[in-house]
């Protein structure tokens, strides 16, 4: 077992760290933040079945949570943010993150995410992070995709966070610097050590009581980690479907804003389009789930369905157990 407390604190531009947070292999190291962060991470000793994992992590967490949270609670009045994370046996290379908020969890992971889906960097103070730090569910990341997103972040003018871009709300700085905090402890106490000594990373990160988001996420990591559930839903797409319903499926996925596919090829469909595709469809759904994606369900899940199963693709179960 290893919790660690990690706080990092800007005197005039020098970055403090305590001991816990200090990490020799600067290889994959972002800058440090000029604000107060603070995250306590929480590590399962052993890898266990994905179920018996979330629930182990939900219960963690669930001891981290206040009793009560006041309507309007800004970030500086909520307890340090919390997570926990542990490995999987169901899923090889795959870990799951479950965080006390979307806050902490968007904070620590939507700009490698944007970088991902969009090929875009944000920086820390922008309105844009600010505001998307309760609209994300649930994050996916491959190794590859955390190693891309650290050298892209490198190569930015000697470091990202020295272009201070003119801030319409200026006054909400501190809040966006405790998102670089966030970030920096989480990629220096777990994503670092994962990234250089697990061959096949595939990282998760949801809330507690996020159960839809949860089964949303290990679809990802099963399509990622699965040749042939990519093969076969690959043929889904191509034989299966329609050309009118490939561009209202595309049309759907590009509609939120979140998945750069406007531009994909009906007939040549990208990896981000039917990994998407696939765990909309095939997700265990309720309020989470956004109008367009049920009516996408309703048409395809059960033909989806049958063409895995049929085929020896086991399907994740992550129903049981309400956060």
């Known amino acids: 077992m290893q919790i660690t407390l990690c706080k990092i604190i800007g005197l005039s531009g020098l970055a403090i760290l305590f001991p816990a947070c200090v ?42 949570m206040p009793k009560r949270l006041r309507p309007g609670l800004s970030i500086s009045e909520t307890p340090p943010p919390y997570v926990a994370c542990g490995q999987t046996v169901t899923i090889p290379g795959t870990h799951l993150c479950i965080f006390t908020t979307a806050n902490g969890m968007n904070f620590a992971l ?15 103070r922008s309105l844009q992070l600010l505001n998307l730090r309760q609209n994300v569910q649930g994050h996916n990341l491959s190794g590859k995709d955390l190693r891309d997103f650290a050298a892209a972040y490198s190569t930015v003018k000697g470091g990202f966070d020295q272009e201070v871009p003119p801030l319409a709300q200026p006054e909400r700085f501190d ?51 699965n040749p042939k559930m990519q093969q076969l839903v690959t043929e889904f797409w191509l034989k299966d479907l329609t050309i009118a319903e490939r561009r209202d499926i595309i049309s759907d996925l590009s509609g939120i804003g979140a998945y750069d596919v406007a531009a994909d090829d009906p007939e040549a469909p990208s990896y981000l389009l039917l990994q998407e595709f696939q765990a909309y469809v095939l997700m265990q759904r309720s309020e989470f789930a956004v109008e367009r994606f049920d009516s996408m369900a309703k048409q395809y899940q059960s033909r989806l369905k049958l063409k895995l199963t049929s085929n020896g693709i086991q399907l994740p179960d992550t129903q049981g157990g309400q956060g």
């Open 110 to 124: 939507n700009r490698a995410s944007q970088w991902v889906e969009a090929k875009e960097l944000v920086d820390h």
């Open 175 to 225: 809040e966006l610097g405790n998102s670089l905090g966030l970030e920096r402890i989480f990629w220096s106490e777990y994503l670092q050590k994962k990234v250089g000594s697990v061959p096949n990373l595939y990282l998760l990160a949801v809330t507690l009581g996020s159960t839809e988001a949860i089964n949303h996420e290990v679809l990802h990591a099963l399509y990622y980690s």
């Open 23 to 64: 990490n020799e292999d600067s290889s994959m190291q972002l800058s440090m933040p000029e604000q107060v962060g603070f995250l306590e991470i929480y590590e399962e000793p052993e890898a266990v079945p994905l179920n018996t994992l979330i629930e182990k992590l939900r219960e963690k967490v669930r001891d981290k």
